[in-house]
């Protein structure tokens, strides 16, 4: 017989939330999963590679010692997302960004209003 074994899996749609929660869910997250991609929906949403660089710095500041669980951080798309942005945040160490459709889901109230928004 074969058996495949995942040992540690990952998340691949985390929502953390901020601040006074991420002493909770962070830790929770880090005891069952090696790496997430974190979602950038918060109040306000995680827009440019300075914020995310923050909101990864405060997740692993929660993390247990001793930890290894790695975030994966995610850009908030909105209308005023430049290529340069992106760009920055590649730079920055982002994993992806993220297209909500505005007023779609939690916290989505800033995203694209018009997927043309976004083209060159």
């Known amino acids: 017989m074969q058996t495949l ?3 540690t899996p990952d998340d691949w ?3 953390f939330r901020d601040n006074e929660m991420l002493p909770e869910t962070v830790p929770a997250t880090a005891r069952c999963f090696q790496r997430a991609i974190v979602m ?3 109040v306000p949403p995680v827009v440019n590679a300075e914020m995310a660089v923050a909101y990864k710095q405060r997740i692993e500041a929660a993390r247990p010692k001793g930890s290894h669980f790695e975030p994966l951080m995610t ?3 909105t209308n005023q997302t430049t290529p340069r942005d992106i760009a920055e945040a590649k730079q920055a160490g982002v994993t992806a960004c993220k297209l909500y459709p505005a007023g779609a889901t939690t916290n989505s109230d800033a995203a694209v209003k018009g997927i043309e928004a976004l083209y060159p």
Do not use: E
Request: proline share 8%; charged share 0%; hydrophobic share 50%.
């Open 5 to 7: 074994t995942i040992t």
């Open 13 to 15: 749609h985390l929502h």
């Open 40 to 42: 950038p929906n918060l």
């Open 75 to 77: 850009l908030f798309l």
